[in-house]
């Protein structure tokens, strides 16, 4: 079984940086896709970013060059890195991991005011 518990959010203004964790637990596999996805209040749950175990990365076109995703394969551990933040990035943040089905976090909240 996976768990995968996210910390790091908070509030901040706009322009502000945050980093977000992802600790992940159980039968975890470095060649594994991780990835955060957010979900802002009325809307869909989105990507955000994703990264392979070999370390390949994909990015939301609205989170290019402000955001960066990275993992520590060793300690089972996804980050995000959240510069220059905007009010439209608020909303709650998931963590993904994908085997043969995906497993979620329970999310963490990012609030950006401006």
């Known amino acids: 079984q996976v768990q995968l518990v996210e910390s790091g959010g908070g509030l901040v203004q706009d322009g502000g940086s945050l980093r977000l964790s992802c600790a992940a637990s159980?039968?975890?596999?470095?060649?594994?896709?991780m990835g955060w996805h957010r979900q802002a209040p009325g809307k869909q749950r989105e990507l955000v970013a994703t990264?392979?175990?070999?370390?390949?990365?994909i990015y939301a076109d609205s989170v290019k060059g402000r955001f960066t995703v990275s993992r520590d394969n060793a300690k089972n551990t996804l980050f995000l890195q959240m510069n220059s933040l905007k009010p439209e990035d608020t909303g709650v943040y998931y963590c993904?991991?994908?085997?043969?089905?995906?497993?979620w976090g329970k999310g963490t909240q990012v609030t950006v005011s401006s």
């Open positions: 990264i392979t175990g070999s370390g390949s990365t």
């Open positions: 159980g039968s975890i596999s470095s060649m594994y896709v």
């Open positions: 993904r991991l994908t085997t043969y089905k995906d497993y």
